[in-house]
C-alpha cells in the first residue's frame, strides 16, 4: 500500500479530530486508517515492520520523514496537553541524522538528544530518560527507523506508518499535502539539506593514517580549523575515536568513545553539520553531511549549492580520495 505525498485526496473518508487531537470518526477511527493499519500488519508479519516505512517513502528521505513526523508528534503532545509546557519534554536522534529536531527544539521550548548511530542507544536513552521522569514524545535514525512512543522502545514500523496515515488525514482535512506541509516546517525552521555517501577503502591501517592525519594538522588534537583556504570556517570539532570535544568545557566528549572505530564530527561556521565515520560491517569510509540553513535563507538553489561545495571540499582535503587511492560510491 503506498501514498502519493502530493495527494493526500487519495484519503477521500471524512476524518475529524476532537479536542484532544486524537482522530476519529463518529467515535471510531476512519474506515480507511481501520483497514490501513491491519494492512501494515499484515504486511509487517512478512516483510518487517521497518519494510512498511520503506515503502512510504515515496521520495522522501529517512531525514525528511523524521521531520514530518518530529513535528506531528509534537503537535499531538500539544493538542492533548494544551498550555503545557514543554520543560519535561524529550526527542532523540542518532548523531548522523538531520538536526532539524534540534532546531526545532531551540525554537519550541523541548529538549534534544543525539546518540550514537544504531537503535539501541536512541532506546536506551529513552529508558534512561523516562526513568528521570521525562516525557521522550519521539526518535529516529536516518537509515528509516522511527519511534513514535515509548510503548515500543525501539524501530517500529507499524506505530510509524499509522502516524503517517493519521498526520495525512488531518492534513487532507485542512486542504494540504504531507509535502506541503514538510515545505512549512522548513520554511518555518529553516532548511536542512543532507549529502551523505561513502569511499570504498579495504586497507584499515590505511584509514586510521587517514584519520590520524585529520586530527594532527598541526600536532596532537589540531583538527582543520577551515576549509577551501578559510572560505568556510569550522567551530567545533568531536572526536569519538579520541574523546576530544572542544565545545565542552573540558575538552570531553559526553557521548560514549571507541578507539576501535572512527568518528570525528565537524561545525562549521555557516551551520554545515559534517561526521566521517567509518562502517562497523563495511569496508567503508562514510561522510554525512548536512546544510542547517536559517529560517531567512529561502534560496534552495544557493544552499544546496553550498553544500556541494563544501561537501567536495571537504573530501578532497580530509581523504584525499587520489592519493590514499579511495574508490567512491559508484553512480
Known amino acids: 500500500m503506498m501514498f502519493d505525498m502530493d495527494n493526500t485526496s487519495s484519503f477521500k473518508n471524512e476524518s475529524f479530530y476532537n479536542d484532544t487531537g486524537e482522530l476519529y470518526k463518529n467515535g471510531t477511527l476512519p474506515i480507511w486508517a481501520i483497514k490501513f493499519y491491519f494492512t501494515v500488519i499484515f504486511f509487517g508479519s512478512f516483510v518487517s515492520f521497518v519494510s512498511v516505512i520503506a515503502l512510504l517513502r515515496c521520495k522522501r528521505s529517512g531525514n525528511e520523514l523524521g521531520a514530518l513526523l518530529g513535528w506531528w508528534m509534537l503537535f499531538q503532545y500539544r493538542k492533548k496537553n494544551p498550555g503545557k509546557s514543554l520543560e519535561n519534554v524529550y526527542m532523540v536522534c542518532s548523531t548522523v541524522s538531520s538536526m532539524i529536531l534540534r532546531t526545532i527544539a531551540k525554537a519550541e521550548g523541548f529538549h534534544f538528544i543525539d546518540t550514537l548511530t544504531g537503535f539501541k542507544w536512541i532506546g536506551n536513552k529513552a529508558l534512561e530518560l523516562q526513568s528521570a521522569g521525562k516525557e521522550v514524545i519521539f526518535g529516529f535514525e536516518e537509515a528509516i527507523g522511527y519511534m513514535c512512543s515509548m510503548a515500543v522502545v525501539d524501530k517500529d514500523g507499524v ?12 492534513l487532507y482535512s485542512q486542504g494540504k499535502t504531507i509535502n506541503q506541509q514538510l515545505q512549512e516546517i522548513y520554511d518555518k525552521y529553516g532548511q536542512h539539506l543532507s549529502l551523505n555517501s561513502y569511499y570504498i577503502c579495504h586497507d584499515p ?16 588534537d589540531t583538527y582543520p580549523e577551515t576549509i577551501l583556504n578559510g572560505k568556510y570556517q569550522i567551530t567545533t570539532v568531536r572526536d569519538l575515536t579520541t574523546g576530544y570535544d572542544n565545545n565542552q568545557p573540558d575538552k570531553k566528549a559526553v557521548l560514549p568513545v ?9 561545525n562549521f561556521s555557516n551551520g554545515l553539520v559534517c561526521t566521517l565515520r567509518t562502517s562497523g560491517t563495511e569496508p567503508k569510509i562514510k561522510y554525512y553531511t548536512e546544510m542547517c540553513a536559517y529560517p531567512d535563507i529561502k534560496d534552495k538553489t544557493q544552499i544546496t549549492k553550498t553544500l ?20 567512491a560510491k559508484a553512480g
Request: proline fraction near 4%.
Open 258 to 266: 571507541s578507539s576501535s572505530s572512527q568518528m570525528i564530527t565537524f
Open 205 to 220: 591501517v590505511l584509514i586510521k593514517k587517514i584519520f590520524d592525519k585529520i586530527r594532527t594538522k598541526r600536532g596532537p
Open 159 to 170: 506505530s510509524a506508518a499509522y502516524q503517517l496515515a493519521t498526520c495525512a488525514s488531518y
Open 308 to 327: 556541494e561545495e563544501m561537501v567536495d571540499a571537504i573530501c578532497e582535503e580530509m581523504f584525499e580520495p587520489k592519493l590514499n587511492g579511495l574508490q
